[in-house]
């Protein structure tokens, strides 16, 4: 069965420093990867996606990501986070092709100015 | 529609009732999707619609849980005899398994359901 674990619930960090959200998951194949985020009060947005090649892949508002097979991770960057940015973060997982995703717990992200 | 809608955006309604929830996908997505989001949980998955296929709902939490979409667009999720466990926001999403976007979900902004 696929999984997605994010082990750390909140993260605080100052507006302008760099950010990294852990995901590690669990598949039986080649997995889809997605990193999406919910701002308050709004739907869910994709931030990125993996699907093959390139294992760092860059997505919308300066976050990019890197699928590391042999750690089972698709940890999530942000060289320089904005207040903006504060939100919570999904992770997801699934075998592609329109088929269901798995989601994370999620990460709360705050951003101190 | 331009995205994925949902309604009611709130529902309160009292323990033991029967509610409705809708969800209109983007045009032309085969697949749609409910989730549930409580408080503190992810996204738990609940049903999921492939075109003409036979639902996966292997997510539904129990009987009283049941999902319907007709006619290939528009998905009705009812939920019957609610409890206080039931409280929490049910999104909707659509995919399409064509084209660049292939795989990616589009989510509505939910549907927040409190029981009294």
């Known amino acids: 069965a696929q999984s997605v674990t994010q082990p750390d619930i909140h993260i605080t960090v100052s507006e302008g420093a760099s950010l990294e959200l852990r995901c590690n998951y669990s598949?039986?194949?080649?997995?889809?990867l997605f990193w999406y985020v919910q701002s308050p009060g709004q739907g869910l947005q994709l931030l990125l996606k993996?699907?093959?090649?390139?294992?760092l892949v860059q997505g919308i508002k300066g976050f990019e990501a890197e699928f590391k097979r042999s750690q089972s991770s698709f940890n999530l960057r942000k060289p320089s986070v904005h207040w903006s940015d504060a939100a919570e973060y999904f992770c997801?997982?699934?075998?592609?092709?329109?088929?269901?995703?798995?989601f994370g717990t999620g990460t709360q992200l705050k951003v101190e100015l | 529609g331009a995205g994925v809608s949902q309604s009611p955006s709130n529902k309160v309604t009292e323990k033991g009732k029967d509610v409705e929830l809708r969800c209109d996908p983007i045009?032309?997505?085969?697949?749609l999707y409910w989730y549930r989001q409580s408080l503190g949980q992810g996204l738990e998955f609940l049903i999921y619609?492939?075109?003409?296929?036979?639902?996966?709902k292997s997510g539904l939490p129990s009987d009283r849980f049941s999902a319907e979409r007709t006619g290939g667009s528009v998905s009705t999720l009812t939920i019957q005899r609610t409890q206080q466990e039931d409280s929490a926001v049910y999104l909707c999403?659509?995919?399409?398994?064509?084209?660049?976007?292939?795989?990616?979900?589009?989510f509505g902004e939910g549907s927040r359901l409190t029981v009294l």
């Open positions: 598949y039986g194949a080649t997995p889809y």
């Open positions: 045009s032309g997505h085969t697949a």
């Open positions: 993996y699907f093959s090649g390139d294992t």
């Open positions: 997801a997982v699934g075998p592609g092709g329109g088929n269901k995703l798995t």
């Open positions: 999403a659509s995919s399409s398994s064509r084209g660049a976007r292939a795989g990616e979900l589009f």
């Open positions: 619609f492939q075109g003409n296929s036979a639902p996966d």
